[in-house]
């Protein structure tokens, strides 16, 4: 067929040979639905479009079928700017690293159809997940290079099809049960046009289609709180992800941590999804044997090269034709990895095994080029091409009431956690209070103000900081997961966090702190001055959760983070004012002064507590006598540098 551009075309192409398949699949319904209790009788209902949304149902799969051919993929790892492990390496090579460029993946075929369940095999370090990312387009940089392609109904690249990824770890948060887990992501997931019914049918489907409804109501649990099991929490990942109505389902080892019995029960699930026309592709390690007849297709893999890519029931029959036969009671999963991998235990086995691997790439590479039309004879359709994704998530005002919703009930339900914050403003509060009490109006009473409005700008502000980089290091790995299936925009995730924390967290913890504080201290009892100072704390608590929310953005990990949290911090203290007299900072970094917060901060409660204030003086004539000058608020603030307005 020719390479057309024309979208009409395109389509019309595309949705006849979605009807062939669908005609296809549905000549197979009634295996599928005798293949165990993990198939449900088909609903009687008109299948509709998730994306359009008129009367959801899983039911509702665009056959994909996927080809892949001489998919090569190399990267550079010539010692880089970019990677800073490789500096010494860089510098040894005077800043000119020549291109060292290591092949991953070489010449992979596959004919993947609707329908089927592939797994790809093969030893550690063979290649598995470059393949499934480069195939998922996971994997973006500049060092990579690609070789061939991989057509989805003819089209270049999986953005032209629903597809979804499962990844190798649950990111799930776990203070929600399973069925509020997709309650939300449905709610995120699914255009603003659904009706709350529908979306509610549709997570019931997928708590059927999943087997998850005797654990519907349990929590997700963590480490310190159990909830669900494994193989329970992998399966709530895969139905996150049924939640977009997967043509293409890609998964990275889902059976990794779970015993044998929830890893076949996960692939006979596998399997079900697949025979609702869906093409399922996952990576697996070591598959036991009954889980080996679930899977249609097999790619395996050895250093990156294909030693077979077929259907599985062709694999031994093509191992047995090179001379190698299963022998009995074996598992033919482990067989064929043994005998496609290098064992380099001594030197003589490396050299055996080598050449037997050898032998193995060059049979297949014959094979293939016989069972894999060449590039440019199969039917490409279009170039690669990115569905829209704005029609098929929520709007930005849905998600911020989703998020809020949900990060509200995600608070209530770790008391601890949210009691911590107003503990620490309490116990800040009264420490502080209580050295700081009933300060005096004399010089030393001055000096210990001006101390006091530091601690409250720094010492508080740090604390928030702190604990909000260390949190959002923690709740970061959802954000991330979400915003990559494009469910979740950032400035909707930061609103809802902050609103939802409002009433908790932002209100309570200045109000407490600077409530104690304030009167502890003895500041003027002064309704405007003390709301003036709250606000003022109110403020700096939102510059200091947002400073979080940088590091974090600039690094994910709470070691990296909170070096540069304390960066930020150390650099605000430096220039606030309070250690050196602002203006006396060296002229080429003065202007710091006007990007720190912390100047603002502490300039506004100085501002409070000295503008138009008069101390005791210990001369008389008050503040007209010059000798009483250090005793008044404007020589205050102008020994500290800051400006009259
Ligand atoms: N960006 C990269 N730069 C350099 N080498 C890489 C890069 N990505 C992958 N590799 C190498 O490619 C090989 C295949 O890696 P891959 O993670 O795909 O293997 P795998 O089969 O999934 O292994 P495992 O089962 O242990 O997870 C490994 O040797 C790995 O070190």
Request: glycine fraction near 6%; charged fraction near 20%; proline fraction near 5%.
């Amino acid at each position: 067929m020719a390479l057309a551009d024309d979208g009409k075309e395109d389509d019309a192409v595309g949705q006849a040979a979605a009807v062939d398949v669908e005609k296809a699949e549905l000549g197979s319904t009634t295996d599928a639905s005798t293949d165990g209790p993990l198939n449900h009788n088909k609903l009687d209902q008109s299948r509709f479009s998730i994306a359009n949304a008129v009367n959801l149902s899983l039911d509702d799969v665009e056959p994909t079928d996927v080809q892949i051919r001489g998919l090569t993929i190399a990267v550079d790892t010539s010692p880089s700017w970019l990677d800073p492990s490789t500096y010494p390496e860089l510098f040894s090579a005077k800043l000119k690293a020549a291109p060292r460029i290591k092949t991953l993946l070489h010449s992979v075929d596959a004919s993947l159809k609707p329908g089927t369940l592939t797994a790809i095999i093969g030893g550690s370090g063979s290649g598995k997940t470059t393949l499934l990312n480069n195939l998922a387009e996971r994997v973006v940089s500049s060092r990579l290079s690609q070789q061939g392609l991989a057509t989805f109904n003819g089209r270049v690249g999986v953005n032209s099809v629903r597809h979804a990824y499962v990844m190798q770890q649950d990111i799930l948060l776990p203070t929600l049960t399973v069925r509020e887990t997709l309650r939300y992501s449905a709610d995120l997931r699914l255009p603003s046009s659904t009706t709350a019914e529908d979306r509610e049918r549709v997570v019931e489907e997928v708590i059927r289609e999943l087997g998850l409804k005797e654990c519907a109501n349990t929590r997700i649990g963590n480490s310190q709180h159990r909830g669900c099991s494994g193989g329970e929490k992998r399966r709530v990942s895969i139905g996150v992800q049924l939640l977009a109505n997967p043509s293409v389902l890609f998964l990275d080892e889902p059976t990794t941590g779970l015993d044998a019995t929830s890893a076949f029960q996960l692939v006979r699930t596998l399997k079900s999804l697949a025979q609702k026309g869906r093409t399922v592709i996952t990576t697996i390690h070591q598959p036991r044997s009954e889980i080996w007849d679930l899977f249609d297709n097999l790619v395996i893999l050895s250093k990156g090269s294909p030693v077979f890519s077929g259907p599985v029931s062709e694999c031994l029959p093509w191992f047995k034709e090179l001379g190698y036969q299963l022998p009995l009671f074996v598992n033919p999963a482990e067989f064929v990895i043994d005998i496609a991998a290098v064992d380099n235990r001594t030197t003589e086995l490396e050299e055996e095994t080598s050449a037997r691997l050898e032998r193995l790439k060059a049979a297949w590479k014959i094979e293939s080029e016989s069972r894999f039309p060449p590039v440019q004879d199969i039917a490409v359709m279009g170039k690669r091409k990115k569905r829209s994704q704005a029609a098929t998530h929520a709007g930005f005002l849905r998600q911020v009431r989703i998020l809020t919703d949900r990060t509200l009930k995600v608070t209530y339900r770790d008391p601890l956690g949210m009691t911590a914050s107003l503990l620490e403003a309490v116990i800040m509060g009264v420490v502080i209070g209580y050295l700081f009490f009933n300060l005096g109006r004399d010089q030393a009473g001055i000096r210990s103000r001006e101390g006091l409005l530091y601690i409250a700008t720094g010492l508080q502000g740090y604390l928030i900081l702190m604990f909000e980089t260390y949190r959002l290091t923690i709740d970061m790995p959802t954000f991330d997961r979400e915003s990559s299936e494009h469910c979740v925009d950032a400035v909707p995730y930061i609103l809802s966090r902050r609103l939802a924390r409002l009433i908790t967290e932002d209100f309570p913890v200045p109000f407490l702190f600077s409530l104690i504080l304030y009167f502890m201290a003895g500041f003027d009892h002064n309704a405007a001055k003390f709301f003036t100072f709250f606000s003022i704390g109110f403020v700096n608590h939102y510059a200091c959760v947002m400073c979080a929310f940088t590091c974090v953005v600039a690094v994910r990990h709470f070691p990296g983070a909170s070096l540069i949290a304390n960066f930020a911090f150390t650099m605000q203290s430096l220039a606030c004012g309070m250690f050196i007299q602002s203006n006396t900072i060296p002229v080429y970094v003065r202007w710091l002064k006007w990007i720190t917060w912390s100047f603002y901060t502490f300039g506004a409660y100085c501002g409070n507590e000295f503008q138009g204030s008069f101390y005791d003086c210990p001369e008389s004539g008050g503040p007209s006598n010059p000798a009483c000058l250090q005793y008044t608020g404007e020589f205050i603030m102008s020994s500290l540098g800051f400006p009259r307005n």
